[in-house]
């Protein structure tokens, strides 16, 4: 008897087993993704950005070239661009472009840090970020701004911000202003060598 | 390069770089650093429209250039694999620049400043892009890894079709790494590529850092405005930026300090992990400013990001994604199951790969086991096999296909030949060979649904008891499109009651329901159990309906999802 119990649990067991809902073994596909790198090659196209490669030392702000690139301007943001120039992490310029009748066709801000920014992982504790901050006395930094076949040359301004008024308000005092390579004298495509650098030191 | 006896070297250095830019002449030897060759690790298409993000290396010698390359491919692995990183890759492009270093390693001093907690001793190298502990101009933060000379980095990521974001890896295991503007240099450490994830949230995503110092004066005391998405001084529920997301039940603050801030003691975390609400501490003050969940890959280098993270990431990246191409199979039919004497069911299974623009996905269905098929049967799939970056128009995505029987003693089975075929941009395939047919569809990717975290209310665990063993089905309806899935893919997930975890996939990647229409998700969670104890268990079961309205695209993404028996962290996007 016993032993017809303990059968009969099992065969009931194995039933059951084979009622249970099903457990979704074949609702998946197991994937991994690899990547095959390859030699790099600029996009075709037109130019869509000037690469401005600018130099900050001690205070002074060196625009050194600004080139044609076809690449795009992915920024801050203007709240978060305000923000850090109001909390002095950062410069603000504003850049303008102009066509051949010397009219503003294109303007914006770029953020040049005045901090570094460390961050590093801490040597006791596993995962633990530490940070600190120090003054960047001296660095070369790039912004993409937009391109436009009008374009003829392009004004640097330095900003004073002034946490009462939005950024557009912010006094203006212009750095320099460049000439622009006509569009025929820049190559088509994505990577191309500075072409136009200015003097030295604006201020 | 000594930073403090280099000067004059380097105004020479400077001075011919300046000139190479006057005349247009890239720099091959910089500072002594040898240009080998720019390539592109991950093309999503036109520089135009993606995120470019360019690696350099500083003191890797020529012959380690390997080891350079095996670095960038830790990063780039750990950022590409990052939850929701992974479904919106497409938005970017990764490039290497190959630079070879005279000397191999980095400057050390022993000292720096004020800085005195060093523990080097004084090392000088010569490298191509001049990095060094104590560097950025301020020489007074040790762990400022950065170069006094930051245009022969600039000069070089040039040599990239774009950059967006310039990342120099430094060879050095040390500690150390410092960021200003969209340079940063970083060393090699154990981790470090949690570490370069961690500031990709500042540089890319604008987020803000999650962690606190423990000074008992460290109050925030600035104004909302100024704060990132991730962090808040609002102590307001119902004015909260990220209050979608915060249950009734959660009360808000939702884990304060002591009013006087005197709790130096980071307070224990008593809310389940997948909670949002506003946790006391973060950008780096103790009090004062709160951060929507208790972890984040913004405060610990190793976690995942948090739902309000997260829902930034999305939305930086939607602007930049492509519209990829979901490969689904949906129907397979085994004509002879090959299935030798004693005869029975073939047990059968696929092996796949999806390859294109640059990326090969290498998939098995089932996830693991087989499938059990006799002659002439058909079975529903409905499996999603991959998401591809859409083809370039010249260069149409592959897929190869193995099919298998698997046999014991005398190895697995073939069925018929392994074929390769051309996919459609988007429309139906089909594989028609003498033993099998496969149909599926490639179709534009115009939502993606995304598993964030799950949490079990009750695991469910009988005897004996303990952790539950937990796993779930979904079913994701859009129109005619139906995905089914499991998670994980294979096997089940230890978590006791009130626990959460991590889910991380795209359930799927699906057309936009006809107009009027609603995306539906019917999930079911299950604690596995033996046959013994009677087979598996409901944990619990729900369906998720959303409607342009109620949710998705481009702005309203994340979804917590309160059910009976579970609560599912859940985001719908599409452009």
């Known amino acids: 008897m016993p032993n017809r119990t303990i059968l009969a649990s099992f065969l009931l067991s194995v039933l059951l087993a084979g009622c249970a809902p099903d457990s979704g073994k074949e609702r998946s596909a197991a994937t991994t993704t690899q990547l095959v790198p390859k030699p790099a090659t600029p996009s075709p196209g037109p130019p869509t950005t000037l690469r401005v490669v600018i130099r900050v030392e001690n205070g002074n702000v060196t625009l050194l070239s600004a080139s044609p690139k076809r690449g795009n301007e992915f920024d801050a943001g203007s709240e978060v661009f305000a923000h850090r120039v109001l909390e002095e992490k950062a410069r603000a310029l504003r850049y303008e472009i102009l066509d051949a009748s010397a009219a503003v066709i294109g303007s914006g801000y770029v953020a040049v840090p005045k901090v570094a920014v460390a961050e590093f992982l801490d040597k006791d504790v596993r995962h633990k970020i530490v940070r600190a901050e120090q003054p960047l006395t001296s660095a070369v930094v790039t912004a993409a701004i937009p391109y436009s076949p009008g374009a003829r040359k392009l004004r640097i301004a330095e900003l004073t911000p002034d946490a009462k008024s939005p950024v557009e308000s912010w006094p203006a005092t212009v750095l320099t202003t460049v000439d622009l390579p006509a569009p025929n004298d820049s190559p088509p495509t994505g990577v191309v060598p500075p072409v136009d650098a200015p003097a030295g030191d604006v201020r | ?575």
């Open chain 2, 1 to 575: 390069m000594n930073r403090r006896h280099g000067g004059l070297i380097r105004a020479v250095v400077s001075g011919v770089l300046l000139v190479c830019a006057l005349f247009g002449v890239a720099p091959a030897h910089a500072d002594g650093g040898e240009f080998l060759g720019a390539t592109t690790l991950l093309d999503s298409g036109d520089t135009a429209a993606k995120i470019d993000i360019v690696f350099l290396g500083d003191g890797f010698t020529r012959d380690q250039q390997d080891d350079f390359n095996k670095k960038v491919d830790q990063v780039v692995e750990e950022f590409l694999a990052a939850h929701p990183v992974f479904a919106l890759r497409s938005a970017f492009n990764i490039h290497r620049v190959n630079v070879a270093s005279p000397e191999s390693g980095t400057d050390k001093f022993a000292t720096c400043g004020t800085d005195t907690d060093t523990g080097d001793s004084n090392q000088q190298r010569q490298t191509a892009l001049d990095a060094g502990y104590c560097s950025g101009g301020g020489g007074t933060v040790y762990r400022c890894m950065f170069s006094g000379n930051t245009q022969l980095a600039v000069d070089f990521a040039n040599n990239a079709p774009d950059d967006n974001f310039v990342v120099v890896l430094v060879n050095d295991s040390g500690h150390g790494g410092c960021a200003a503007g969209n340079l940063s240099y970083m060393t090699v450490e154990d981790d470090f590529e949690e570490v370069a994830v961690h500031e990709f949230g500042h540089s890319i995503f604008k987020l803000a850092d999650e962690y606190q110092y423990d000074s008992p004066d460290d109050t925030f005391t600035g104004n909302e405005a100024g704060l990132r998405p991730n962090v808040t001084a609002n102590r307001e529920k119902a004015s909260l930026k990220w209050g979608d997301l915060v249950l009734e039940s959660t009360p808000i603050p939702t884990q304060p300090h002591g009013d006087d801030c005197s709790d130096q003691d980071l307070p224990d975390r008593d809310f389940s992990e997948d909670i949002v609400g506003t946790f006391e501490g973060a950008t780096h003050f103790r009090c004062g400013v709160y951060r929507p969940q208790y972890f984040c890959r913004m405060r610990e280098s190793h976690r995942s990001y948090c739902d309000v993270c997260r829902r930034e990431v999305i939305r930086t990246l939607l602007q930049a994604a492509n519209p990829d191409r979901v490969v689904t199979f949906h129907e397979l039919k085994i004509k002879d199951d090959s299935d030798p004497w004693p005869r029975g069911d073939g047990e059968i299974y696929l092996n796949f790969d999806l390859t294109g623009r640059g990326h090969v996905i290498k998939g098995r269905w089932p996830a693991d086991d087989e499938s059990d098929f006799d002659d002439g049967q058909t079975k529903t799939i409905d499996v999603v096999a991959g998401v591809l970056p859409q083809a370039a128009a010249d260069v149409p995505a592959t897929l190869a296909l193995r099919v298998r029987e698997s046999d014991w003693p005398d190895g697995d089975d073939d069925l018929s030949s392994d074929t390769t075929i051309d996919l459609p941009d988007t429309g139906s395939f089909s594989i028609d060979k003498g033993d099998y047919l496969l149909n599926g569809d490639v179709v534009a990717a115009d939502l993606r649904v995304l598993f964030d975290v799950l949490n079990v209310k009750d695991d469910q665990d009988g005897f004996l008891a303990g952790d539950g063993d937990i796993y779930v089905l979904y079913t994701i309806r859009s129109g005619d499109a139906v995905i089914s899935g499991r998670w994980p893919q294979a096997g089940d997930v230890g978590m006791s009651d009130d626990d959460s975890h991590d889910m991380s996939i795209m359930a799927a990647a699906v057309p936009r329901p006809p107009k009027g229409e609603a995306l539906t998700m019917e999930i079911t969670v299950r604690d596995a159990d033996s046959w013994f104890t009677g087979g598996d268990d409901d944990v619990g079961s729900a369906t998720f309906t959303f409607d342009e309205t109620s949710g998705f695209g481009a702005s309203n993404i994340v979804h917590v999802q309160d059910a009976s028996g579970f609560r599912l962290t859940l985001s719908v996007l599409g452009r």
